[in-house]
């Protein structure tokens, strides 16, 4: 077994300890250390994939096909490695596999409880990415804000975990908040002694308080800190607000958190080299060209249903020197007018369910390629690319998706035969890494310099093959497809400067270090015709 490093939140939600988690994950592996990040959320959904991104964000989803909060991409992103269904826990899934092993007789003749039954299942669990990584040191970030009932079976198995584990394979750090009197300028540490306290019924003592705050801490702020919560002085860890999340692990570095946490866990400290690091930090603060693309979407007030795709483009500007200044436009907005398209350098399209404003995307795919301005379609950005170049291009004026019309006369997007008679909504659609094959002389085989590409899917329905000639005839080329030739990945115009629409989410494996070139190849397109 390796070592825990717990991570609470208190006082409110949203403070960030999904960038801490993730932070801290990438300072300890640049150290050497085998890390793995785990996050655990306290509802009764068995996972992310049913609830409205207006609910809970971006879904994202694992290689291996899991759908997760979107606090696992950015463990992904910020270690730089991929993470597994393992690596995300909710009360849905505990109780679920509970209740499953109860009904199998696992249990008989006794009385299942919270205690002690949920909670060892909660530590199994928690035990599993470091036994199935075989990593150092698992983080594991607890959804939620200390004191809501949901949340208390987890730090009820927290604590057990910390008496049976040696008092070295253990770290607890809380993530607080400082807030600033308006009247004053002052800071104020009640929430965060309060919020302590709470942590502290449940039989939790932290080793560390990370302090959000909007003011550096001053010495005296530290002090009062560190005796009311009886933590060491140079464990009262300021986290001050940013400009990016990607300066988060260079500043809790300045801090000295990651080698006062090794020394709890009895960890031999070692040298860090932040050099790639600090250059793309440097890169993306000093990018000096600004390139418009704008994201025509359903949830578009909500940018975290778009997390992925906005770090994906920041990775992308980084790489190429470039700000990228996303505009949101609300499909429904582009119903009512195309002007709102107007002085767009790029076109994106995203992911995304249900008829609501589908005709305003299908609109958007059509005026990108009408006015020769750059378009990049994911999944149902394909799919609306599909039906827009039938309508348009094809003189098939009815096409559509069976998702939005059944009756449709020219279903170009449609239900693969073993979909069409599920009635789950739940872990049932086409999740997870799947290969394709691409065309030579694509436009994608030379952005990919590659013959064959493995990507993220999450989605149901799928490009109609029965359309596959018509549609190629009249200038819209399947340049990715599965190996067996049955599912099209990839579609484009080549004669347009650059119109690529993918069945996959390349936003998934977007990386600070190693951009996806998908995103990269887009921003230097449209940045030339910005220019």
Known sequence: MGKFIFITG??????????????????????????????ID?????????MNPYEHGEVFVTADGK??????????????????????????QVYWNVIQRERHGDYLGKTVQIIPHITEEIKRLICAPLEESGAEIGIVEVGGTVGDIEGLPYLEALRQLRDELPREDTCFVHLTYIPVLSTT????????????????????????????????LTRDIRRKISLFCDVPLT??????????????????EGEGFPQRVLEVLSLPARSADHRAWEEFVRRLRGADAAVRIGIVGKYVELHDAYISIIEAFQHAGAALGVQVELCWVPSAKVEETAEVLEGLAGILVPGGFGER??????????????????????????????IAFARYAAGLSEANSTEFDPDTSHPVIDLLPEQRHLRAKG??????????????????RGIYENDEIVERHRHRYEFNLDYLDTLERVGMLASGVSPDGKLVEIVELPDHLWYIGVQFHPEYTSRPLRPHPLFVDFVRKCAERSS
């Open 10 to 39: 208190g006082v409110l939600s949203g403070l960030g300890k999904g960038v801490v988690a993730a932070s801290l994950g990438y300072l300890l592996k640049a150290r050497g250390y085998k890390v793995t990040l785990q996050k």
């Open 235 to 252: 464990h009262v860890i300021e986290g001050l607000d940013l400009p990016s999340i990607y300066e988060v692990p260079l500043a809790l």
């Open 357 to 386: 404003g589908i005709e305003g995307k299908i609109l958007a795919a059509d005026y990108a390629r009408r006015e020769g301005i750059p378009y990049f379609g994911i999944c149902l950005g394909m799919q609306v690319a599909v």
């Open 427 to 444: 872990g049932t659609m086409r999740l997870g890494a799947y290969p394709a094959v691409l065309r030579n002389g694509s436009k994608v």
């Open 185 to 216: 300028g002052e800071l104020k540490t009640k929430p965060t002694q309060h919020s302590v306290k709470e942590l502290r019924t449940v039989g939790i003592q932290p080793d560390f308080i990370v302090a959000r705050t909007h003011e550096p």
């Open 67 to 92: 759908e997760c909060d979107l606090d696992i991409g950015r463990y992904e992103r910020f270690l730089h490695q991929d993470l597994s269904a393992s690596n995300y826990i909710t009360t849905g």
């Open 42 to 50: 306290p509802y009764l959904n068995v996972d992310a994939g049913t």
